[in-house]
Every structure is written in C-alpha cells, then in structure tokens.
C-alpha cells in the first residue's frame, strides 16, 4: 500500500493508512526525498498514527528517511506513534535518536512553526 | 472464538505484515490487552523478518496454550537456513538491536515471557516463544 504524500506549503506530510511491508517503506524513502528535492520543501512530517508495529525494519528506515532529508537542509517530524508502540519500541531496544517526534500532526506542525520562527 | 493453530508460511516481506497481523488478532481473541497484543506482534514481525532475511523462507505458527490457570500464546518460527553458529552471540545485546545486521533476538526475549531457541549449522532454526495472559 502506497503511502500518500500531501504537500502544504514548504512542509511535505506522508500519512500512513495501514500496516506497510518492507517494499512499501522503501518506496516511501525513496518518494518523500525526490519530493524534497522537487518541491524544495523544508520539512517533512510522518504521520505512523495508523502503524501496527514498529519493527527493527520500520525505525530503521524512518531513522534513515530523516538523515537523507537533513542532508537536503530540511527537517523531518515523525508523529503519532502509539502509546503501545512505543512501549514495544523501548522493549526491543529500538530508538530514532537525533529524529525529532511530536504527539500529533497539529503538535509536529506547531513544532516545526517554532522551529522557523527562530531560525528566520 | 476459536483460537485453533494457525500456520504462515514466510516467503516475502508481505508475508512478515500477514503474520504479525495474524497473530495480533488471535492474541486479541485470546483475550490479551491491546499493549500485549502490540508486543506479540511486534515479535512476530521480528521473528518473521530473521525467516526472510537469514533463510528466504520458512513459517511461523501460531497457537493458544494453556498453562496451570492460565492461558497465552505460543509461536514458533521455523526455517531450514543456515543456522546459527553462535547462539550466545545472537542474544547478546548490541550484537543485534537497531542495528542493519542485527538479529533482534534479545528484543524478541524481553517481548515475551519465555524464549526458546534451536538452531543448528547447516539445518536451521527454530525459535520458540510464549507470552502469558496477565
């Protein structure tokens, strides 16, 4: 299942509708850099409100998705993981360290808000 | 309600979301809450992941197990890959975790309440685990 890219602004946000496979993370890794770099966006949040399980796989890649977009000068949110999914995340010892989270959409957007406010 | 056992066989990545699914809804069934239900399932989505990348394929079967007054889940991942040759290693924290080669078996050990693990040179691997209703 193909994650959608919606574009607000300078801001990109990919939201997640289901449970993704490896494949479906790849694609979006590959998706949300291009996207980057075509509409020169400066920040990009991912919604995983909708994810199942965070495996070794998934943090991996959400952790590599935000390295390549700060090598693109922009920075990128991951929001919305589940209280559950958080507790199994620690469990197993994953973490997205250097990657900046927020509770929600509103609360990544705010962030970023701030973020630019000060920067400018 | 029936738990019954159910089989998955592991080929492709697909089959990793399919199991980790399976087993959530039947942990659900069995009447875990919806955190041990996420544990389970991530562990399955471990489990299922080492299948596909260490042995291409293998399955993971799920079944209700009662204990002395109580009731849990058990699942077995199997595969006739290419073993283990250092099972301490692989349990070993930090061998494994977040990192691109690990084999998350420590994580899988803290997810669940018991952990078994048989693998052999050559012939394959099986890992055993149970997690118990609270």
């Known amino acids: 299942m193909e994650v ?3 574009k607000q602004g300078a801001v990109l946000i990919a939201t997640f509708q289901a449970a993704l496979s490896d494949a479906d993370l790849n694609q979006l890794r590959m998706g949300l850099v291009q996207q980057v770099v075509k509409f020169r966006s400066r920040a990009v949040i991912v919604d995983v409100t909708a994810m199942d399980v965070m495996d070794s796989f998934a943090s991996r890649t959400l952790r590599e998705i935000a390295h390549m977009i700060r090598l ?3 920075e990128t949110v991951i929001v919305g993981i589940q209280p559950e999914v ?3 995340m620690v469990q197993l010892g994953l973490t997205l ?3 900046a989270t927020a509770l929600d959409l509103e609360e990544g957007l705010a962030y970023l808000n701030e973020k630019f406010k000060t920067a400018n | 309600m029936s738990a019954g056992e159910i089989q998955v066989a592991i080929n492709s990545d697909q089959d ?3 199991a980790r699914q399976k087993g959530r809804q039947m942990a659900t069934e069995l009447g875990f809450s919806s955190g041990d239900a996420t544990l389970i399932a991530t562990a399955i989505s471990e489990l299922a992941r080492n299948i596909v990348a260490y042995a291409q394929k293998g399955q993971v079967t799920l079944k209700m197990v009662n204990g002395l007054n109580r009731r849990g889940i058990s699942v077995v991942a199997t595969d006739a890959g290419p073993g283990i040759p ?7 924290d930090g061998f494994s975790t977040s990192g691109s080669l690990g084999l998350g078996l420590p994580g899988v050990r803290r997810l669940m309440d018991e952990f078994e693990i048989i693998s052999q040179p ?7 685990v149970k997690k118990w209703r609270q």
Do not use: K, M
């Not at chain 2, 050559?122 to 055993?128: E, L, N, P, Y």
């Open chain 1, 4 to 6: 959608p890219i919606l």
């Open chain 1, 72 to 74: 693109r000068g922009a």
């Open chain 1, 86 to 88: 958080a507790f199994a």
């Open chain 1, 97 to 99: 360290e250097g990657v």
């Open chain 2, 16 to 18: 990793i979301v399919s």
């Open chain 2, 86 to 92: 250092d099972i301490r290693q692989a349990l070993r």
């Open chain 2, 122 to 128: 050559g012939r394959g691997t099986t890992v055993a």
